[in-house]
């Protein structure tokens, strides 16, 4: 059974840093690329951050470019988005997902499991 559990979402103030963490079981964890997501009330989920399988290609999307990294530690099953420089308009759910292959995508489709999502509330 995969598994994925987000860790490290809370309430911070506008220009603070937050550090995400997704745990993996239950698969392969370094077969796959991996892709964090965020959903805000009353807007479709969408794509933040991706990292192929071996942690040497990322793409952002532009809203989030230059502000968030996302990382990966293959021996942990470890994915990581690192947040900096906040907004109020970063506060969503956040979720971490496993893709359906190695290599990265922007699209929701290209991803098979998904985690339960950790709040981020930022203040301004």
């Known amino acids: 059974q995969v598994q994925l559990v987000e860790s490290g979402g809370g309430l911070v103030q506008a220009g603070d840093s937050l550090r995400l963490s997704c745990a993996t079981s239950g698969r392969t964890f370094s077969n796959y690329a991996m892709g964090w997501f965020r959903q805000a009330p009353g807007k479709e989920r969408e794509f933040l951050a991706t990292?192929?399988?071996?942690?040497?290609?990322?793409y952002y999307a532009d809203s989030v470019k230059g502000r968030f990294t996302i990382s990966r530690d293959n021996a942990k099953n470890m994915v990581y988005l690192q947040m900096n420089s906040l907004k109020p308009e970063d506060t969503a759910v956040y979720y971490c997902?496993?893709?359906?292959?190695?290599?990265?995508?922007?699209?929701?489709?290209?991803?098979?499991?998904w985690g339960q999502g950790t709040q981020v509330t930022v203040s301004s």
């Open positions: 997902a496993t893709a359906t292959a190695a290599g990265g995508s922007s699209r929701r489709d290209a991803y098979a499991y």
């Open positions: 990292i192929n399988w071996n942690g040497f290609g990322t």
